[in-house]
């Protein structure tokens, strides 16, 4: 398992723009790097969390992510999009480690679900609010990497179907139609 992730507490924020901090992390500025990480890996760890339901996978899947994006820094065509096209890589790590699950899935092997929706739920949530979380997360559990990830980005995330379509690299016809197949699954489990 990878190291946890920390954000520095007492570091000043850094105020320079994501594309001037791109373009100095490029020419090898240790500091810029930092900073991006800092600025983004909070917002990252989040989105993970919350599709993959596991702390651990969360982290490893956003500490794999900023080395991707890290060593391939010199692709990105605009420095200024460095968070959209930092989620993107993270959404494809959460799209693999997902993967991967079903394989370990079909071996018996399992994994810890310590961060599922219900147990995100803030402190004062309703039990019977919870068993519906609970029953949420069961059917997100059941469906393809792709339909939970487009269904997490929707309706727990609460992104816009366009930034959806390009936070995955879909068409916007396809994240409709991911998002419908979870919608009538969530229904179904749900007695609607």
Known sequence: MMAAITLPASAPADTRPDAALVR????????????LYTRHAGRSLALATRVLAC?????DAVHDAFADAFGRL????DPGAFGAWLRRIVLNRCHRTL???RLRGLLGLSYERDATLDRLAAPDCAPERRAELRRIAAVLEEQAPAVRICWCLRRVEGHTLPEIAEAVGLSLATVKRR???ADRAVSAAMGQ
Do not use: N, T
């Open 179 to 181: 998002i419908a197949v």
């Open 55 to 59: 702390h651990a996978d969360a982290e």
């Open 99 to 101: 993967r991967r699950r």
């Open 24 to 35: 100095r992390a490029r020419a090898g500025e240790r500091s810029a790097q930092r900073a």
């Open 74 to 77: 010199h692709r990105l065509r």
